[in-house]
């Protein structure tokens, strides 16, 4: 078959054609809408303005649930995070003190009984 058998084929291809010769723009001259192919156009804004929508929604969401992650991960008690480092803890250590040069001003201004009974948890007197 050659180039030439091929056009005179009935309806070359296009349906609904049989025994009809194209149009040069390649529709059926009785088609009622010939740019019917390119209608989604029509409604291009609309769609770009509902995409537009649905990825600010989807942004929206991501940036909700890590807002969500990260107050959850502050309630939360992490030891790395919320626990003072051994090198904190040896400076607190190193800043204390143990004096007793007035622990006699301390007990002479007490207002405790000093012949009490020792207190024991759970015996009652």
Do not use: T
């Not at 030439?4 to 309806?11: E, H, L, P, Q, R």
């Not at 291809?13 to 149009?23: H, N, R």
């Not at 939360?76 to 001003?105: K, M, T």
């Amino acid at each position: 078959m050659n180039g030439a058998d091929i056009g005179k084929m009935a309806g070359s291809g296009v349906p609904g054609s049989e025994g009809k010769d194209p149009v040069a723009n390649g529709h059926a001259e009785n088609e009622s809408n010939p740019f019917a192919e390119y209608m989604w156009m029509e409604n291009e804004e609309e769609y770009n303005r509902q995409v537009e929508e649905e990825l600010l929604e989807q942004e929206f969401l991501e940036r909700c649930f890590q807002e969500m992650l990260d107050e959850e991960d502050q309630d939360w008690f992490i030891p790395e995070r919320d626990l003072p480092s051994v090198g904190q803890i040896q400076q607190q250590l190193n800043g204390l003190s143990v004096s007793d040069g007035n622990a006699e001003e301390i007990l002479r201004k007490s207002i405790l009984n000093p012949e009490a009974k020792e207190f024991v948890p759970g015996v009652k007197y």
